[in-house]
Nanobody, 120 residues
Framework: QVQLVESGGGWVQAGGSLRLSCAAS????????MGWYRQVPGKQRELVAT???????NYVDSVRGRFTIARDNAKNTVYLQMNNLKPEDTAVYLC??????????????WGQGTQVTVSS
């Protein structure tokens, strides 16, 4: 199976920075697109940023210019550098990846999430 484990969340004042990491492990043949989503209670899960295996990136408008997504293919890890954080960025951030497994199955996997809290 495949596991995604996030780290790096926490509490920060508005204007501060945090860096999230998500490491994939298990029966991985190839990692395709990877991304970060965020979830606020009572609201729909929101796509924050994605990155393809070739490094092409995409961002939701509300974070463009403040957040940067990157990946290290050798480490099966995706990162989210978050700068100039705002209170409205407060959410649980979840990692997502499309994976070709060693048993030749294609699936999409989620991490357990990491809390980011931004105070004003």
């Amino acid at each position: 199976q495949v596991q995604l484990v996030e780290s790096g969340g926490g509490w920060v004042q508005a204007g501060g920075s945090l860096r999230l990491s998500c490491a994939a492990s298990g029966s991985i043949f190839r990692l395709n697109d990877m991304g970060w989503y965020r979830q606020v209670p009572g609201k729909q899960r929101e796509l924050v940023a994605t990155i393809t295996s070739g490094g092409f990136t995409n961002y939701v408008d509300s974070v463009r210019g403040r957040f940067t997504i990157a990946r290290d293919n050798a480490k099966n890890t995706v990162y989210l550098q978050m700068n100039n954080l705002k209170p409205e960025d407060t959410a649980v951030y979840l990692c997502n990846a499309e994976v070709h497994t060693t048993t030749f199955k294609l699936g999409r996997y989620w991490g357990q999430g990491t809390q980011v809290t931004v105070s004003s």
